[in-house]
Structure formats: structure tokens, C-alpha cells
């Protein structure tokens, strides 16, 4: 089984292991040289368009990532500070835990197509949705999950346009009942998801019946998604 969740926009600067990326073994790294090459074409504008802040900030960013293969590394669960990461709280599970994370915890990322939490990634700033990246990863992305027989999508939109649909994906969802509209659930999404990482390590967690007992903040599996009354 695995587990498909998007990185986060906030990320540790900090870096915990003394190797660059380019001394790493990871598996994408000529498609990586791609996105760097189409980074070396863009002109002002678009980078301004890209990174969503001023021309000298933008810029800063920009030179890191196009340096990204001479920066120093962090694992990728530990790279990753946002809300998700902060609930599923790696520095307090156990190995078991840990291991089961590693295992079968895939992080699908804009610069670097699916990270294992413990694969060695630099600090970086590049969104799914920027420079049609989507496209640009489905093939590998969907190649990489073929043989999975089972796989619990807990993506964004974005990142789900990666994916080639399949029988062996099952979507999960956290909704809200407001007074009979059923309505996506934001902020408090990213809390019980990183939650439900939590409980999936913590039981080791194989086969999607294994789901039904997990109950957080007033959501519950219904047989189709998790639904909380508000």
C-alpha cells in the first residue's frame, strides 16, 4: 500500500545530512535537469509570475533553485514543515512507525516528481501548478505507481492530475456537513490529515478496512469519505 500526500509550501531551511543533491542516488535526477534547463529560459516576468512575490525576491529564489543540485541536503520528512508534517510528527514516532512511512509514504513534488520521506532533497520553492508540471510528471509518476495494487490519494487537485486513474486508487477525502451542504474541508483538512498518517503508521495500517476505526475531531469514515457535522 501507499500513501500519496502533496509536499508543503513551508519548508526548513535547516540542513541535517553533509551531502550535496548532485551526491545522491535519486531516481529523477535527469528529469529534475529538465525543469532546471526550462528555469535557465525564463525572463523576469515570468519568474515574478512563478514564485508570487517581488522581482528580488523572486530572484533569490529563482538562483536556488537553479543551483539546487550544489545545495546541501535534509530528508524529505524533515524538510517539510507544514501543517500536514507538523501532525503527523516524525520526531516522535517510533521505528516501527518510521519504517512504515518510509515504505509507504510518497510525497508527490513539483521540483522532484515523488519523494520517500527518507529521500536527501535540498531546501527549494516550485509549485505543481507552474510551468505545466503536472504534464510534465504524469508520465513518470503514474509509471513509477503501475505495479501498486493498492494506493490511498490523499492529493490536492493539482497533484491528483498526475495520476492515471485506476481501480487500485482510493481517493480520501475530508468533508464537512454545514447544515446539509457538504463542503471541502481547509485548515482543519490538513490537521486530521496529518492525523490519519499518524494512525496509519502507528497501527500499520495495509488494507483499506484498516481506516474505518480512525476517528479525529469529530470525523468519521462513512464508507465513502470522512464526514464531520459541524
Partial sequence: ??????PSEGKS???????KFSETNY??????????????????????SIYGTTLDK???IHENNLNIFDKECSTAIQRYTGIVFK???????????????????????????????????????????TLSLTGFWKNDISNHLKNEEFILDLLPATHRKTLNAGKNIVAINFIIN?????IQSAHSGKVVKGKFIRFL????????????D?????????????????
Avoid at 454545514?178 to 457538504?182: A, D, N, R, T, Y
Avoid at 479525529?216 to 459541524?230: A, I, M, P, R, V
Fill in 1 to 6: 500500500m501507499l500513501i500519496l500526500i502533496p
Fill in 13 to 19: 531551511s535547516q540542513n541535517t545530512v553533509n551531502k
Fill in 27 to 48: 531516481i529523477f535526477k535527469e528529469q529534475i535537469k529538465k525543469i532546471v534547463s526550462i528555469l535557465c529560459k525564463l525572463d523576469d516576468d515570468k519568474i515574478i
Fill in 58 to 60: 523572486a530572484k533569490k
Fill in 87 to 129: 501532525n503527523i510528527d516524525w520526531n516522535s514516532l517510533n521505528l516501527t512507525s518510521k519504517n512504515y512511512l518510509n515504505k509507504n509514504l510518497r510525497i508527490l513534488s513539483g521540483f522532484f516528481g515523488i519523494l520517500k520521506p527518507d529521500n536527501l532533497i535540498p531546501n527549494y520553492k516550485l509549485k505543481m501548478n
Fill in 178 to 182: 454545514k447544515s446539509g451542504k457538504l
Fill in 201 to 212: 503508521a502507528q497501527n500499520n495500517i495495509s488494507y483499506i478496512k484498516g481506516i474505518e
Fill in 214 to 230: 480512525f476517528e479525529y475531531d469529530g470525523y468519521k469514515w462513512n464508507g465513502k469519505f470522512f464526514l464531520k457535522n459541524d
